[in-house]
């Protein structure tokens, strides 16, 4: 008996050294104690709330206007003017007629084969206007009376004799340049010029002021009321022409 008690005495101290002496990384793994809690979801649908009714929406229309139906006023129409067509009738108050000017062809000769000359023409214009004695009818009261009484206007007449007449520019010489100066000279009483001017070029500056320069320092008839001087307008013509020698 007492061998069957120290052979299990000594067969728990032996597994008591194995345990003992056992190492720890061939235990077993202790496993937590994990606490599990579980949660319940329920779906629900959410149900709006009855707010406030809204307003239906209403499509404004445009207001026209009463008059917009009526038809536009004469006033408004007379403003717009008509559309013309695609080929509108120009049409003008008025008619020009283009003036054509004057072509004074110059002759380019030689200057020893011409010989220059001016002319004067004797009649003169007066322009002093119409004369006082007028045609009366026969027959009226006064007729014979005024044709007895108005005395007789006789125009102013340059005189040829001691007016000189205008040389002949030599730029126009050159150029063959010719034409007609016409002036109008203003003849006091003692026969003078008093006035001058230019009626109607001849289309050439050296010929007009050759005129004008000549005609300026001419002696005149001086016009004559009856017995008595007056002062009288009066209208002259310078002619300027190159001719041949040799034509007459």
């Given at each position: ?36 809690e ?15 009714a ?20 004469k ?43 001016t ?7 007066s ?27 006789k ?33 006091n ?60």
């Amino acid at each position: 008996m007492k061998r069957l008690l120290l052979a299990g005495l000594t067969a728990l101290v032996f597994h008591a050294l194995v345990l003992a002496w056992y190492p720890k990384g061939f235990r077993s793994p202790s496993v937590p104690f994990v606490r599990q809690e579980s949660l319940s979801l329920s779906l629900t649908s959410l149900v709006p709330q009855a707010g406030p009714a809204e307003r239906p929406m209403v499509r404004r229309q445009d207001r026209t206007p009463a008059e917009s139906n009526k038809p536009p006023s004469k006033k408004r129409e007379s403003r717009i003017p008509s559309r013309p067509g695609k080929n509108p009738a120009r049409i003008s108050e008025e008619t020009f007629e283009p003036i054509q000017p004057k072509v004074f062809t110059s002759q380019h000769t030689e200057t020893s084969a011409l010989e220059e000359t001016t002319e004067v023409s004797e009649s003169t214009e007066s322009s002093s206007g119409p004369e006082p004695n007028e045609a009366r009818v026969p027959g009226l009261p006064g007729a014979t009376e005024t044709a007895a009484s108005s005395p007789a206007l006789k125009e102013a007449i340059p005189i040829y004799k001691s007016n000189p007449a205008p040389d002949y520019p030599a730029v126009a010489r050159r150029r063959g340049y010719e034409g007609t100066v016409i002036l109008d000279v203003l003849v006091n009483r003692s026969g003078r010029v008093a006035d001058l001017r230019l009626f109607q070029s001849s289309g050439h500056a050296s010929l007009d002021q050759t005129a004008l320069s000549s005609v300026k320092g001419w002696v005149f008839d001086p016009a004559r009321k009856g017995q008595e001087t007056v002062e009288m307008w009066v209208r002259i013509p310078v002619c300027f022409r190159l001719r041949e020698q040799g034509t007459p």
